[in-house]
């Protein structure tokens, strides 16, 4: 009796593991999914923790003294600079959706690629941006370049 | 019986209300207080000072004349708490904005940076007016002074802190005799509303 089961579910594993081979595509789909979420997640932690005094929590800036990140044309079209801006600091003009700003934003070197990689995807994925997710690779790529 | 008690509930009544009025009355007068040869209690005051502020204007106990202020202490470069020590005063001078008898004062705590030029490109940026929001600076060991005898808040250097400064979060309220009637985190939004709460009760006390 004990034998049989354990042949049933030897079978069924196989079989599942059959299919998980077959549609290999969907699948990593969907744990691609959930490492999104994971980010997202993790990223919204950090970000209250090293962002928001100063961008807000829900990304829209203080007046002309610190930029919003929410739908800013800056961010989303110089995502490199910031990730090495967020690691290296920043300083000097920078114009957001036509407005210029000139406050110095240090940086916080204690940061690590997966913690970037996940502050970066919560903000270039939440308050109306919609940009992908960036991996730990991107942001390890992109702090090889950054200039010094 | 049924007559005592009913009176018993009146009077209970009556009682309670009574007691409601003196929660309401006046804000705590805070420091040390001492009583004059004539019986008179002196109050703890901010002591004189004379800063320069971001229109290179003189800032004194004069300018505060007839007005209950808001102090507190911060450096346009710090990136722990003051931004949104900023984001919670932005709210206070919002709320208070076409009031003349509601002003702020924010000190610089790191004036060697915190040039008048400085403090004006902060102002502007933050988007308000330097006759209601004063950001003043002046000698460090001045401020730093101020600070911690007037205003009875922590202000120090710490290298080992980001941005160089340790210094509290603290919104002081100032009544027009100069003297200190409430403490608040300015870092919290909860105490904020606290504050201003407290504003209009101050207020009120000056009606009549």
């Known amino acids: ?148 | 019986m049924r007559v005592t008690f009913v009176l018993y509930i009146v009077l209970l009544t009556m009682a309670s209300a009574c007691n409601l009025q003196p929660k309401e009355e006046k804000l705590k007068i805070y420091g040390r207080s001492e009583v004059s040869d004539a019986g008179d209690t002196i109050y703890h005051k901010i002591a004189d000072y004379k800063f320069v502020d971001q229109d290179s204007a003189w800032v004194t106990p004069e300018t505060f004349e007839g007005k209950v202020y808001v102090a507190d202490f911060f450096f346009t470069s710090c990136p722990t708490i003051c931004p949104i020590m900023k984001t919670q005063m932005l709210r206070v001078y919002d709320k208070y904005k076409a009031n003349p008898e509601v002003m702020i004062l924010s000190h610089s705590i790191d004036p060697k940076h915190d040039t008048v030029a400085v403090l004006k490109e902060f102002a502007e940026r933050l988007g308000v007016k330097s006759d209601k929001w004063h950001f003043i600076t002046g000698k460090k060991d001045d401020i730093f002074k101020l600070g911690q005898t007037s205003y009875m808040v922590a202000a120090t250097e710490d290298g080992s802190e980001p941005g160089g400064y340790v210094h509290s979060g603290a919104f002081i309220l100032v009544d027009k005799e100069r003297r200190i009637r409430g403490f608040y985190d300015g870092t919290v939004a909860e105490q904020v509303d606290k504050l201003m709460i407290d504003i209009d009760k101050l207020l009120k006390e000056y009606e009549k």
């Open chain 1, 1 to 148: 009796m004990k034998s049989k089961l354990i042949f049933i579910l030897v079978l069924a594993c196989a079989c599942t593991g059959k299919t998980n081979n077959s549609d290999n595509g969907e699948e990593s789909t969907h744990s691609e999914d959930v490492k999104m979420e994971q980010y997202l997640v993790e990223g919204q932690k950090l970000y209250g923790i090293h962002c928001a005094n100063c961008h807000q929590v829900k990304g829209e800036g203080l007046a002309q003294l610190f930029p919003p990140l929410a739908k800013s044309d800056y961010l989303l079209q110089n995502v490199d600079a910031s990730i090495c801006g967020v690691k290296n600091g920043m300083s000097g003009e920078i114009t957001v959706n036509g407005t210029t700003y000139n406050q110095p934003m240090p940086g916080i070197p204690q940061l690590t690629n997966l913690e970037l990689a996940e502050i970066f995807t919560y903000v270039t994925n939440s308050w109306g941006n919609n940009n992908g997710m960036i991996t730990t690779e991107r942001v390890e790529a992109t702090l090889k370049e950054c200039a010094q």
